[in-house]
């Protein structure tokens, strides 16, 4: 009918019920609009972003180890040579 059922006034509730409403406004995203809601966006890929890029930098160390290597044998081949 469109009757209101119930008023929270939030100074007249508990500690433990305001702090659960701020960890569930947190949580979901509301509080501060759309800035805060891209900002939790961006926030939650950095994660993503650094091991993306660690695994790139890894790799990359493990590469040139590995020509380095190669270069090594190849030289040594060709001074062993009499």
């Given amino acids: 009918t469109g009757a209101v059922l119930r008023v929270d006034h939030p100074k007249q509730a508990s500690l433990a019920a305001r702090i659960t409403k701020a960890q569930y406004i947190l ?37 040139l180890a590995a020509h380095r290597r190669e270069a090594m044998q190849q030289s040594q081949r060709v001074t062993a040579r009499p």
């Fill in 27 to 63: 949580h979901v995203g509301t509080y501060g609009g759309i800035f805060t809601r891209v900002l939790y966006c961006l926030v939650g890929f950095a994660p993503l972003t650094l091991v993306v890029t660690g695994f790139a930098l890894w790799q990359r160390r493990r590469w």
